[in-house]
């Protein structure tokens, strides 16, 4: 029971002290719906208009029970205020409306159901105005809750029946339909109400504090179920079932089920077959920390497929995200730190200045908690559409162990991203883009998703606990980045923008960088020329003919894939053998490029040259004709080569057309 106690104390402590522009906290024994109309009442209970409710509008809290929060099957249980035209109107079925099939054999149980539990609210000494209006309105024996919203214009009818689907032009369409899902009908749109009468009842229900805590206190004297609750330890109100609507609005999936008396769950374990015994948690223990896991996936969860994850310090102090690259944690997603072109850091730098930039980061979080500050991270995932399951649970005393892991990630897995124009940075990618590079079209459709939750899922622990990244996904994502040609290109001009590609290799590149210093083998985050090793001089190999051949295609003919990039694959496979071919095709480029009349084209030629005679000349025999796949670290040597040789003639030598 640790997750529900920091989730209740995660409650206590932040209700009412909610962060600026964040969503408060939603009070117990309420729940939000997407409300498709509006009614508005007076205070005597008088119909004034109605409107249809916009779907950035729709989320509207209501109260709720225990029941209806968790209704499902054929006879849902009604919301004691708001709720669909099935239960607030009188006169539903006369104007053709279609119940749940549960209450087809007494089709107005759900109207006599809400009125008899909005009665009983409202005689209690815990009524407000706007239950007495609402409860005047929805009473009338002349029940005209439909037939009034028919002559706002509001439910369509045909043959003064309410009309179910609409076949006509989607521009004369009614709003009603604009604004309801796929598989539903004006038969279940969902009624809010507002009560317009003097100052004091100009709000909506949903707005009013006051009715808010008139129904919490009326909520609270009907509680009869007490007993111990296993997590505060105190004698206090039980609750009977537990809040879905966790990571979503439409989620039904709940952490804890509700106890199956008729099946097998208690047979053989406990000393009666209630279930008592089982799990014991108090009513407003369980509204508070479900509300407050509510509350935190909403405002700052991670989402991947059908999981969940989120980060927290009980206090409510903001945390870095264990699942968020470098620029967000470092600049709090603040797009000014992008670079306009990711660069590798100079020779004799090596990363320092990001290293300086993630440290100042890292103290300011520390400095804002609190040395005995507990640090949370959770979980969710749902195997079925009821049952959801934590997947992910740790518990951090203070914040020095949970901030350096999260330095040690961001540390040991930074390399220059370039992630498209707007977001280009140095440091660690986040989960799901390390799944895309590793797996590509694979995570299309529902098997890709379940891959890219398992992968995701796999890749937490390892910023979370500081364990190595597993190999596998390092492996393919560096098979995926050799694979040059078969990446997504966007041409403009005479250039080729190939953005899946960048991204791909930025990823692979601080991956194996990262893995290997797991390994205990480092790589700096510039140009090393002083490194012979065989993979990363043949890196910077490609990385040079290539650039030797994009150089003279830019100048006078359309864009094209390099020879370089055409054969990167083969390239990683056989080196010595591919290199050779590599050279033949580049011949005519370098020699148009050495007839050229401009002194910076030759100018360009003879540095590329140069670069290239170096580069060979660090070679062994045996490393050079050693035709033997190369490992990852080609990558880093060719990423390296090609920025560096980006950086120090992107002035000089570079045509004026590119």
Known sequence: MAWIEKLYATYESCKGNEPPGSEPLPPISHTTQQAQVEIVIDGEGRF??????SREDATTLVPCTEKSASRSGKQPVNHPLCDKLQYVAGDFVSWGGE???????????????????????????????????????VKNEKATVV?????????????????????????????????LTNDQTPDDAFVRWRIEDGETLATGTWEDTSLIESWDAYYRQQQNFYGRC???????????????????????????????KSGYTFRGRFTDDDGNQACTVGYFVSQKAHNALRWLIARQGYKSGMQV???????????????????????????????????????????????????????????KLDPDEDIVVIGLDAATTGRSAITLYREFKGPDDFLARIQAWHEQYAWPQDHGADSRFVGAPVPKDIAAAAFGRQLEGKSGEKLRAATVERILPCIVDGLPLPFDLVRAAVHRAC???GMEKITRGKRYFED????????????????????????????????????????????????????????????????????????????YSTWRT?????????????????????????????????????????????????????????????ADLYGRHQETEEPSDE
């Open 147 to 179: 037939a009034n919203l028919v002559s706002a214009g509001i439910l369509p009818i045909t043959d003064g029946q309410l009309l179910k689907k609409w076949a006509g032009a989607r521009a004369d369409r009614p709003a009603i339909f604009g604004v």
């Open 500 to 575: 899946e590609w960048e991204k791909t290799l930025g990823i692979a590149c601080a991956l194996f960088r990262g893995w290997s210093k797991s390994q205990g083998k480092e790589y700096a985050m510039a140009l090393e020329e002083d490194r012979t090793t065989r993979d990363y001089l043949y890196g910077r190999l490609l990385a040079v003919a290539d650039s030797i051949e994009s150089y003279a295609l830019g100048m006078v003919e359309k864009p094209r894939d390099t020879a370089a990039a055409q054969l990167m694959q083969r390239f990683a496979d056989s080196p």
């Open 99 to 137: 119940v749940t099939s549960g209450f087809a054999k007494a089709p107005r149980k759900p109207h006599e159901d809400y009125l008899a539990s909005l009665t009983a609210w409202a005689e209690s000494e815990s009524s407000h105005l706007k239950v007495r209006a609402v409860l005047s309105y």
């Open 48 to 53: 004034r208009r109605a409107c249809v409710v």
């Open 309 to 367: 994850f989120v980060a927290w310090a009980v206090s409510g102090k903001p945390v870095p995200e264990p699942w968020a690259d470098s620029l967000a944690v470092i600049m709090g997603g603040d797009k000014s730190f992008a670079e306009d072109k990711p660069k590798l850091a100079a020779v004799g730098d090596a990363g320092q200045a990001f290293a300086l930039k993630l440290n100042r980061a890292v103290a300011g979080y520390r400095a």
């Open 230 to 260: 296993m997590v505060t330890g105190e004698e206090t109100t039980l609750a009977e079932q537990h809040p879905a609507k966790l990571r979503s609005g439409a989620d039904k999936a709940k952490l804890i089920s509700a106890n199956d």
């Open 483 to 485: 694979n040059r040609i």
């Open 582 to 642: 590599i050279e033949l095709r580049l011949q005519p480029y370098i020699s148009r490029l050495r007839s050229s009349e401009k002194k910076k084209v030759r100018a360009f030629l003879a540095s590329r040259g140069k670069t290239l005679d170096e580069i060979q000349c660090r070679f062994s025999s045996a490393d050079f004709t050693d035709d033997s796949p190369l490992a990852g670290e080609f990558l880093l040597g060719f990423h390296c080569q090609r």
